[in-house]
C-alpha cells in the first residue's frame, strides 16, 4: 500500500477499533487508490479519505417488542449514513445475529462506491439489527418491524436516506416497515423504501436484481476471455434472495448450477437446481436446504462443511462476508475455476481474492458484480417520483444496460491504470473518484 494512504488508513483503524469487517473493507480499498493520488494530489490536501472513512451520521438505538409468550426482548438497531456526495443515503437493512457496527460499517462504507459505480444520483448507507428472524412467526417480525421503524423514521426520508433489504429482510419485512413508516407520518412516502410489494409502489424486476445483475456481470468478464455462461459448471453459495435468482440466471444463460448452500449445510444436485422447488422450500415453506433434498432424488445433501468442496468453472458467492478462505480459493482453482462473480458483500477473504488474482482468475467483486440490486432500487425510487410503473421487460433491459456499464467502467479505468483485467481496481478507482469530485465541489463539510 501507498505510504500516505497506509499512515491515513492506520488513523482510522485506531480511530475505530474492533471493528475488524470495517477495517478490512478499508485496507481492500486504499490498496487500490496510490495511484489516483499520484494525479489528484488535490484528493489528500482535502482530506477525502479521511472524510470518506468517517460516517457523516451513525444512529444506534434501542428496538424493544414482545414475542408470542408476552415476554419482553431487546435487539439493537442501526443506522450508518456513511456519505451523501451523490445523492440520498441508500443501501440496506440487514437483519441477523451476527450484525453489530463494523459489520454495518464495512457494509456502509463498500456502499458508497457501488452507489457510486451505477451511476445513479445516490449516496451510500446501509443499517440493521442483531434480530434473527429465523423461527420468528409473523406477528413477532412485525412487531420488531413496527418497534423498529419508530425510532428510524424520524432520521430517513426520499431525499434523506431510503433503507431497501439485505439478509433477512424481504418483502414481509419492507411491508411491515412502510407500513409503520406511513402510520406514524401520515405520509404515503412511496420513495422512502425500496423492495415494496408490486400493487404498493414496488419494480418489477427488484426481487431479481442482485443476482441477475451478478450474472450479467459476470457474463460480461467471461466475454473478455472469447466465452459466456454456456456450458459451465457453476457452484453458488447461499439459497436466499440473491443465490435463487443467480442460479435462475445462470441456468437460462445455459449454465448447469450443481450446488448451493445455506448456513446448515450444502447440496449437490448434478442435474442442475431445480429452481421452482428451491423457491417453494425457501421463499413459500421458509423451510431449509435438506428439505429440497429430500424432496428431489439424485441430491446429495451435505450437513456442516462448505460449498467451495465442489468442483466449479464458475463461482457464484452469494451468501454472507468472508465465507470464501484462501484455502477455498486455491480449491477452486486446482479444480479449474474460470471466474468469481460475488454476489454478497466481500464474500471472499483478502486471501482468496490473492490466489484468485494470482491463477488468473476472473475476479468481480461484490461492488460491482451485485450492485444491480441497489441501481433496480434506483430504478424503483424514478417510478416512484414519476408514479409510473414500468414493464418487466424494459426494467431488466435497464438493469442490463446498467451492468454493462459498470463492467465497463470498472475495465476500462483498469486499463487506464496500466492494470489490465484488475476488476478490484477498476470498482474501487472508478467509484472513489466519482465520490471525491463531488466532495470536493461540494466543500469541507
Ligand atoms: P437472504 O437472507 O435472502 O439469504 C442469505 C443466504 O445466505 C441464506 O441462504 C443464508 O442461510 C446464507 N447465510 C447468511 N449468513 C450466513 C452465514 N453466516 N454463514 C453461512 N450462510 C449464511 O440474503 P440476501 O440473499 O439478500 O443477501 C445475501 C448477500 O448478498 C449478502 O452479503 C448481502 O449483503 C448481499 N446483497 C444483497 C442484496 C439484495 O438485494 N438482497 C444487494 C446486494 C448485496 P440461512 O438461511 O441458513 O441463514
Same mark, same amino acid.
Given at each position: ?16 477499533? %474492533? ?109 440493521? $439489527? ?16 413496527? $418497534?423498529?421503524?419508530?425510532? +428510524? ?39 422512502? +423504501? ?37 456450458? /459451465? ?17 445462470? /441456468? ?55 460449498? =467451495? ?16 478462505? %484462501? ?36 475476479? %468481480? ?17 424514478? /417510478? ?5 410503473? =414500468? ?55
Amino acid at each position: 500500500m501507498d505510504a500516505r494512504l497506509e499512515a491515513i488508513r492506520d488513523t482510522v483503524l485506531a480511530r475505530n477499533p %474492533g471493528e475488524a469487517e470495517f477495517h478490512q473493507a478499508v485496507t481492500e480499498v486504499f490498496e487500490s487508490l496510490g495511484p489516483v493520488h499520484d494525479r489528484h494530489p488535490e484528493f489528500l490536501e482535502a482530506a477525502i479519505l479521511e472524510r470518506l472513512c468517517e460516517p457523516e451520521r451513525q444512529i444506534i438505538f434501542r428496538v424493544p417488542w414482545t414475542d408470542d409468550a408476552g415476554r419482553v426482548q431487546i435487539n439493537r438497531g442501526f443506522r450508518v449514513e456513511f456519505n451523501s456526495a451523490l445523492g440520498p443515503y441508500k443501501g440496506g437493512l440487514r437483519f441477523h445475529p451476527s450484525v453489530y457496527l463494523g459489520i454495518v460499517k464495512f457494509l456502509g462504507f463498500e456502499q458508497i462506491f457501488k452507489n457510486a459505480l451505477t451511476g445513479m444520483p445516490i449516496g451510500g448507507g446501509k443499517g440493521g $439489527s442483531d434480530f434473527d428472524p429465523r423461527g420468528r412467526s409473523d406477528a413477532e417480525v412485525m412487531r420488531f418491524c413496527q $418497534s423498529f421503524m419508530t425510532e +428510524l423514521y424520524r432520521h430517513i426520508g426520499e431525499y434523506t436516506d431510503v433503507p431497501a433489504g439485505d439478509i433477512g429482510v424481504g418483502g414481509r419485512e419492507i411491508g411491515y416497515l412502510f407500513g409503520q413508516y406511513k402510520r406514524i407520518t401520515n405520509r404515503y412516502e412511496s420513495g422512502v +423504501l425500496t423492495g415494496k410489494g408490486i400493487s404498493w409502489g414496488g419494480s418489477l424486476v427488484r426481487p431479481e436484481a442482485t443476482g441477475f445483475g451478478t450474472v450479467i456481470f459476470t457474463q460480461e468478464m467471461l466475454k473478455t476471455r472469447g466465452t459466456s455462461f454456456e456450458g /459451465q459448471r457453476v457452484v453458488v453459495s447461499g439459497s436466499g434472495n440473491v443465490a435463487i435468482h443467480a442460479i435462475a440466471k445462470a /441456468q437460462a444463460l445455459g449454465a448447469t448450477v450443481v450446488a448451493c448452500s445455506d448456513s446448515s449445510g450444502y447440496i449437490v444436485d448434478e442435474a442442475g437446481i431445480d429452481v421452482g422447488l428451491l423457491r417453494e422450500v425457501k421463499e413459500v415453506e421458509r423451510g431449509r436446504l435438506k428439505d429440497y433434498a429430500g424432496r428431489r432424488g439424485g441430491v446429495a445433501y451435505v450437513g456442516g462443511g462448505t460449498v =467451495w468442496d465442489v468442483d466449479a468453472t464458475v463461482a457464484l458467492p452469494c451468501a454472507t462476508q468472508n465465507e470464501l478462505d %484462501g484455502d477455498a480459493a486455491a480449491r477452486l482453482v486446482r479444480g479449474g475455476l474460470l471466474a468469481v462473480g460475488e454476489g454478497a458483500n466481500m464474500p471472499s477473504t483478502r486471501e482468496a481474492v490473492a490466489v484468485f488474482q494470482e491463477a488468473g482468475v476472473l475476479f %468481480g467483486p461484490g461492488k460491482a458484480a451485485n450492485a444491480g440490486g441497489v441501481a433496480t432500487s434506483a430504478l424503483e425510487m424514478q /417510478q416512484n417520483a414519476s408514479r409510473d410503473s =414500468w414493464s418487466f421487460e424494459h426494467t431488466e433491459e435497464r438493469l442490463t444496460e446498467i451492468m454493462v456499464g459498470i463492467h465497463h467502467r470498472c475495465a476500462s479505468t483498469a486499463d487506464e491504470y496500466g492494470d489490465p483485467g484488475n476488476y478490484v481496481l477498476g470498482a474501487n478507482i472508478g467509484g472513489f473518484v466519482k465520490v471525491a469530485d463531488a466532495m470536493l465541489a461540494q466543500g469541507l463539510i
